[in-house]
């Protein structure tokens, strides 16, 4: 095992992470997104498996958008031209973000609603 190598692959991915944030409006609305949710959580009395549960969906929309923009950019390599497959492959991973979105809403909820019933009801 390479050590330099090892180390030189965290580089690489925090680059991507820096680009993602730089590059993607989604990305940075989902961060926003996190920020709040986090706040949320810090002023909601959540359990520990609340707390896992909140952060894996957090890093798991984090996740899935990487996936996206990877998908997105190289669609856009190897069909610069439009192309009907090119167009369903991205609009696939983008619907791939929107499903998960969906459900960190729902379970967001699920566990909110319960907890914020006394306080707004």
Request: hydrophobic share 60%; charged share 15%.
């Amino acid at each position: 095992m390479n050590i330099r190598k090892f180390f030189k692959s965290f580089v690489f991915a925090f680059q991507g992470i820096i680009l993602v944030i730089k590059s993607e409006q989604n990305f940075r609305f989902h961060v926003l997104a996190a920020v709040v949710v986090l706040l949320a959580s810090f002023l909601t009395s959540l359990s520990k498996w609340e707390w896992i549960i909140i952060v894996m969906l957090i890093c798991g929309m984090f996740m899935i958008e990487l996936v996206n923009a990877s998908i997105e950019r190289v669609v856009d390599l190897a069909s610069p031209e439009l192309h009907p497959l090119a167009k369903q492959a991205k609009d696939l991973a983008a619907g791939a973000c929107l499903v998960y979105a969906i459900c960190t809403i729902i379970v967001g909820l699920i566990i909110f609603i319960p907890k914020w019933s006394g306080i707004l009801f």
